[in-house]
């Protein structure tokens, strides 16, 4: 039950489900947050800065003819949902099947997912304690793709589900100069210099 002078993010804690965040989030002072949820344990992290935005709307672009052609759909970042205490927000979502219906379409399930990518500073601290990786391995999400972004150069790098394992193998790195190249889970070649503003 919650108090009588209500905070959700304190009267919710260890509680939080896809329901209870369509009846209270976002938080009004904390709208501009990213709002994941693990375990019913809600993770409030800030927006990417303006470097890390950059690579990831020009991701974004060069990712959408080959997904497209290949039948992959390039989302920003959706409420990726394994179960309904545990979303992850991915800074670009490609999916295999789109949403249907207003339900899926705020809590993408993640066996839409072919791929999540995250963009993260290089060599910075992670903004968050949400391993999105780990979860994303665990929910079955075929490849995961991590981008890093210095002040003068970015590391993009691959990562393939090993189902017997349970995780992620690298399949594919690039940086300094060099380009990523794949095949699956479409057609992938770009130079990491390109996310750089």
């Not at 793709?145 to 017997?164: D, F, N, S």
Request: aromatic share 6%; charged share 20%; net charge negative.
């Amino acid at each position: 039950m919650l108090s009588q002078v209500s905070d959700p993010l304190v009267d919710l804690a260890g509680r939080w489900t896809t329901t209870l965040a369509d009846a209270h989030l976002p938080v009004r002072e904390l709208a501009g947050a990213r709002h994941e949820c693990v375990d019913g344990r809600l993770v409030i992290g800030p927006w990417l800065g303006a470097a890390e935005s950059f690579a990831m709307a020009s991701l974004a672009t060069l990712l959408i003819p080959a997904a497209e052609a290949a039948g992959r759909h390039v989302y920003g970042r959706v409420n990726l949902t394994f179960g309904p205490a545990l979303w992850i927000q991915p800074d670009i979502t490609v999916l295999h099947t789109l949403p249907a219906g207003d339900a899926e379409d705020r809590w993408v399930p993640a066996g839409y997912c072919t791929m999540a990518v995250e963009v993260l500073p290089r060599g910075g601290p992670r903004r968050t304690p949400v391993d999105r990786s780990r979860r994303c391995a665990a929910g079955g999400v075929p490849y995961f793709l991590r981008v890093e972004v210095g002040p003068e150069q970015a590391v993009v790098e691959l990562l393939t589900l090993t189902p017997a394992a349970g995780r992620y193998a690298r399949t594919a790195r690039a940086s300094g100069g060099h380009r990523l190249r794949s095949d699956l889970p479409f057609p992938i070649d770009l130079d990491p210099a390109d996310l750089l503003p």
